[in-house]
């Protein structure tokens, strides 16, 4: 199936109200972007549960994807007169039929997390036989290590996990974490989520890559506090979850607190300071990993 695409510029106020407005002039979906995108002045914008509300871009790129045969002028014109206000200079231009799932599997490669350390999915082959390889499709469940913030994890538990260890996944996603914990020789490897379908996604990870470990629920976590808490989250989560998270680690334990801005740190860093002694491990575009002890 071909569809049409329309292109154009707006204000960040007025880009929500936009795509409401072209959905239901009959646009299939409406994507908002940066149109600085791929060059120098790209601007990152997020956002995080509980904190303030995300905002577009100062000028914001909305394209709408309509049917190959849509009067695109004309959904234009009733989008404009819902909103009242003129109709605005864009561009339309064919998109052609795709294999779908071939172009989506081009954009997803082997990932290397550091030396012999592999992220691959499963139409490709590892690029180094010896290398440590964790087998990830994407889907549905946050976590394909492209993710500063899961590279940083991920790097964090290659370069100080001692095999043995007890180790739980606190937002496990994907279950990417759990899973290059076992593989890192971790054992009573536990993720939980709030997510019904991470919990799905990550045992059928864990199936993928030949691991035992344990997803549940929150309320269904054992009672018994871990070696290891990873956290890859956010920040306003992880200030409100510091007591509970706390209470998941044994004495003398470490945790591993990711999701966070740099300028984030001093804020989240101060919610673990009663239970932890904790500095940034290390950053990465701008995200920072947080790693303490348990007191």
């Not at 120098?40 to 303030?52: C, K, N, Q, R």
């Not at 599997?105 to 999915?121: D, H, L, N």
């Not at 496990?172 to 989520?193: H, M, P, Q």
Request: negative net charge; aromatic residues 8%; glycine residues 8%.
């Amino acid at each position: 199936m071909a569809f049409l695409a329309v292109r154009f510029d707006t204000d960040a106020a007025q880009a929500d109200r936009w795509s409401d407005a072209l959905i239901d002039a009959g646009a299939f979906s409406v994507d908002v972007s940066d149109p600085a995108a791929g060059t120098p002045d790209e601007t990152p914008v997020y956002g995080e549960p509980g904190g303030p509300a995300a905002a577009f871009w100062a000028i914001s790129r909305v394209e709408a994807l309509f049917a190959e045969d849509a009067d695109v002028d004309a959904a234009l014109v009733a989008a404009a007169r819902a909103l009242d206000t003129p109709m605005p200079l864009h561009e339309t231009r064919a998109l052609a039929d795709q294999d779908w799932v071939r172009l989506t599997q081009s954009q997803f490669g082997p990932i290397a997390i550091g030396e012999k350390f592999w992220i691959v999915p499963t139409w490709s082959e590892p690029p180094e036989a010896d290398a440590l390889v964790l087998r990830l499709d994407p889907g549905l469940a946050f976590g394909t290590g492209s993710h500063a913030t899961t590279h940083l994890c991920l790097a964090w538990l290659r370069e100080t996990l001692v095999p043995g260890e007890r180790v739980l996944d606190y937002g496990c996603g994907s279950g990417i974490l759990a899973i290059a914990a076992a593989k890192l020789g971790a054992r009573d490897v536990a993720g939980t989520d709030i997510d019904p379908q991470a919990l799905v996604a990550s045992r059928a990870n864990a199936t993928l890559n030949g691991v035992a470990a344990t997803f549940v629920a929150p309320d269904a976590l054992s009672a018994r506090a871990s070696d290891v808490v990873v956290a890859n989250i956010l920040a306003h989560p992880l200030v409100l979850l510091a007591p509970a998270l706390a209470a998941r680690t044994s004495p003398g334990g470490r945790i591993a607190l990711s999701g966070v801005l740099a300028e984030q740190a001093v804020e989240v860093a101060a919610a673990y300071a009663p239970w932890f002694t904790l500095a940034v491990w290390r950053q990465l575009d701008g995200w920072v990993l947080i790693a303490g002890k348990r007191r």
